[in-house]
């Protein structure tokens, strides 16, 4: 049978104007007005409480999220919220205290909430929430069996040995003025090697006996499923990381009825409940919107 070609041009004509006005239709739905744009950094704990944020404010407001999961480190995150690209995002004291605002003295936790969100409020226009409970501080993070033989308590016990030890880092970390390089000068550490791995790879290249020390963070329920363990910061390097969401304040002032859900979501999550989530999406597999759900109904939200 000979194809009729002028029907099949017209079936595909067809087709793609269906397309054209489906598209319209939908760019159509999203009201501006009542739409808040979410983002994250590229890691799992920020999904997680991304995933949060956005089914606690769509399950108890009329505002739809547009997700924006993914975005890249600190300052492109940071950018995005200044540039009005973004709403809102989870952001950690320390982080902000550091390398948004430059500052060295690393304060308490208390001071460095209360520093942060004054800064912002004056240079960016954006105000920091209540925090959610984690401080997701970073950790120097080794194999326990190594810490036990080697008997390594603190970093400081890491200064003799760092030369036959291989060391693997986020690339994030290597830069941050928070990071390894003024890590390195503090605790006089010489590694002899050290190499730059996204977060996932950085915990199987350690658990492999690949690495030797990494920069873990302290919610992350891998070090205690990977048998690892995070050294003493005898030093007090790092500053305190507490997670708090950031949001702009025209978008504040926009929609004041977020302040009471923030305010519930205040201090609901601590570090062991936030290693648990942790893994079910690292080792588990189980997506991030699944696990962020099942924290809200948990938590009776």
């Not at 209360?114 to 401080?135: E, T």
């Amino acid at each position: 049978m000979t194809p009729n070609i002028n029907l099949i041009k017209s079936l595909w004509s067809g087709i793609i104007l269906f397309g054209f006005f489906l598209t319209l239709h939908q760019c159509g739905a999203i009201d501006k007005e009542k739409t808040l744009v979410l983002g994250c950094k590229n890691f799992t704990e920020q999904i997680i409480l991304g995933e949060i944020i956005a089914q606690a404010i769509e399950d108890n407001t009329d505002l739809s999220v547009m997700r924006k999961w993914n975005l890249g480190g600190t300052m492109i995150c940071h950018q995005a919220l200044i540039s009005g690209e973004i709403d809102l995002y989870p952001e950690y004291t320390g982080t902000a205290y550091i390398n948004i605002l430059n500052n060295q003295h690393i304060k308490d936790a208390t001071d460095t909430y209360q520093i942060v969100q004054s800064a912002y409020q004056k240079k960016f226009q954006c105000k920091w929430l209540p925090p959610f409970g984690i401080n997701n501080t970073y950790t120097i993070t080794v194999r326990k069996s190594d810490a036990i033989q080697r008997k390594w308590r603190t970093i400081s016990d890491l200064k003799l040995d760092s030369i036959n030890l291989s060391a693997g880092f986020t690339s994030e970390f290597m830069v941050r003025h928070d990071g390894y390089p003024q890590l390195k000068q503090k605790y006089n550490l010489d590694f002899a090697k050290v190499v730059d791995l996204e977060p996932g790879l950085m915990y199987q290249a350690i658990a492999n006996n690949n690495i030797d020390v990494i920069c873990g963070f302290s919610t992350d329920g891998r070090i205690p499923a990977f048998d690892l363990v995070s050294l003493k910061d005898d030093l007090h390097f790092f500053p305190p990381y507490y997670a708090a969401p950031v949001i702009r304040l025209d978008a504040l002032q926009k929609h004041p009825e977020l302040k009471q859900i923030f305010d519930k979501l205040s201090h609901s999550i601590d570090n062991k409940k936030m290693q648990e989530m942790n893994l079910l999406v690292d080792e588990k597999k189980i997506n991030p919107t699944i696990v962020a759900q099942n924290f809200l109904q948990e938590f009776n939200f």
